[in-house]
């Protein structure tokens, strides 16, 4: 039996460092309905304000003025850079993964942009420096994980390397339980913003009032 046929994907005109845009997909997943993130009642209150009116609280509210920005370089890894390679993608999709390890989890995870490249091309049938969909960058993730960088380093000579069948299991202990969109048809970019505060509001009301991640959240909630 023949192996299908792998074609060599070019990067079209208009692409940006190898992002091409995603085609129409009726099966992707809108963020309200992925599992867990269900409209919340009140959630465009800030957590202090929702708290107190749960409460029944008559009294007034101190509520902090809103912010014009919010800086999160402290909660982030290490700036990258692709070189010549189109894998903005992988970089895109790695980046999160190791944003949430740190921030929830408090361990270092360096993962591997080069990894994730290749499994996304696989993932297409692609091969070469083709670029990819961003939206099936976080399926790569969904389906193979992230490989820590030690195991397969981001090296442009490793482009159409096949990584070793221990480098696809050790990358399926940091696997993404799902992804969603949050850019669906029709929404204009505020719309998009609200949405996220919507969804983030409610976390946020659950964190402990000494968790030194609580103020950040109500920070980019009102930003």
């Known amino acids: 039996m023949s192996s299908p046929v792998q074609p060599q994907a070019t990067v079209p005109p208009g692409a940006v460092a190898g992002l091409l845009p995603d085609p129409p997909d009726p099966r992707d997943l809108d963020m309200l309905q992925a599992p867990g993130l269900a409209p919340v009642a009140g959630a465009r209150d ?4 929702a708290s107190a009116l749960r409460r029944g609280a008559a009294r007034p509210v101190h509520v902090e003025p809103v ?7 402290e909660h982030c890894g290490k700036v990258r850079d692709q070189g010549e390679l189109n894998s903005c993608t992988a970089h895109a999709a790695v980046a999160p993964m190791e944003l949430a390890e740190l921030n929830l989890n408090n361990r270092t995870v ?4 080069m990894f994730t490249y290749k499994a996304t091309r696989n993932f297409l049938l ?22 820590p960088e030690d195991y397969w380093p981001y090296d442009k000579q ?23 969109r ?34 950040t959240c109500e920070k980019v909630i009102k930003a």
């Open 46 to 49: 800030t957590p202090v304000v």
């Open 67 to 73: 912010v014009k920005a919010v800086s999160l370089r």
């Open 110 to 113: 360096v993962g591997s942009p």
């Open 126 to 147: 692609w091969k070469g420096d083709s670029g990819a969909f961003l939206r099936t960058a976080p399926g790569s993730l969904a389906l193979f994980g992230v490989l």
């Open 158 to 180: 490793l482009l159409d390397d096949e990584p070793s069948p221990f480098c696809y299991q050790l990358a399926q202990r940091f696997r993404a339980t799902s992804y969603f």
């Open 182 to 215: 949050v850019d669906s048809a029709n929404l204009t970019p505020q719309a998009v913003v609200d949405r996220l505060r919507e969804q983030l509001a409610p976390v946020c009301a659950k964190l402990p009032a000494a968790d030194a991640q609580k103020a």
